[in-house]
């Protein structure tokens, strides 16, 4: 069985530049989640989605993140424009929907905002 | 709401000793846990779960964690480290309701010496 996918790996930019990351969830996981990991901490939860609605996007920074899963498969999270405090993993994870499901994650992508 | 709080951002351990890793937990109803392993650039990995079933746990890799209501705490232990074992690790309080939404603790870096 596939994991989560990423895309990209790794990203730089130069502040006030747009960026966008892809997430391809596992086959079958309707719920979504896209966590921002800065340096030295654990991951903060961004947005959450159950198929194609976000039901969770209070942590997200709504001025400059913007996030979509259309067809409730991949999902993609974009900054516009990106701020140095930007710099950080990027991680998507997704369960089944319900219970204590294991939330599998991603390899992250690591953003660097010059 | 519910918090989690890991004791010690580094622990450094012998190849072959005991590994110990704390966690505490804040939650007014009773709560899901988890561990999870990071290895440097990639994603977070279930370790094991506590879902109000038998307070010891055994997860992957040899690690098991106990649950103590009475401590409020959730220690992850292994009795005897490997090399293999250095990797960031993160106790995770999931929040009542059905949100799937995950609390992340600091983390604990764990260093094995040979």
């Known amino acids: 069985e596939a994991g989560v996918v990423q895309s990209p790996r790794y990203k730089i930019i130069e502040k006030k530049q747009p960026v966008a990351f892809w997430c391809n969830p596992i086959?079958?996981?309707?719920?979504l989640y896209w966590y921002l990991q800065n340096l030295g901490q654990g991951p903060e939860l961004l947005i959450r989605y159950e198929n194609e609605e976000a039901v969770d996007d209070s942590q997200l920074p709504k001025d400059r993140f913007s996030a979509e899963r259309l067809k409730g498969v991949d999902s993609t999270l974009k900054i516009q424009p990106a701020e140095l405090g930007d710099s950080a993993v990027y991680l998507c994870?997704?369960?089944?929907?319900?219970?204590?499901?294991?939330?599998?994650f991603g390899p992250g992508t690591r953003l660097t905002v010059l | 709401a519910q918090s989690v709080t890991q004791l010690g951002s580094h622990v450094s351990v012998s190849e072959g000793a005991l590994v110990l890793l704390r966690c505490n937990y804040s939650?007014?109803?009773?709560?899901?846990l988890f561990w999870y392993v990071q290895y440097p650039n990639q994603g977070l990995q279930l370790l094991l779960k506590?879902?109000?079933?038998?307070?010891l746990v055994k997860g992957i890799n040899g690690f098991e964690a106990e649950f103590k209501k009475s401590e409020t705490s959730f220690h992850l232990t292994k009795p005897s480290a490997h090399m293999s074992d250095a990797a960031e690790y993160f106790c995770a309080v999931r929040v009542s309701g059905n949100t799937g939404k995950l609390i992340f603790g600091q983390g604990t870096t764990l260093q094995v010496k040979p």
């Open positions: 939650s007014s109803v009773p709560p899901y």
């Open positions: 506590y879902t109000s079933a038998a307070t």
């Open positions: 994870a997704s369960s089944l929907r319900g219970g204590p499901n294991e939330q599998f």
């Open positions: 086959s079958g996981h309707n719920t």
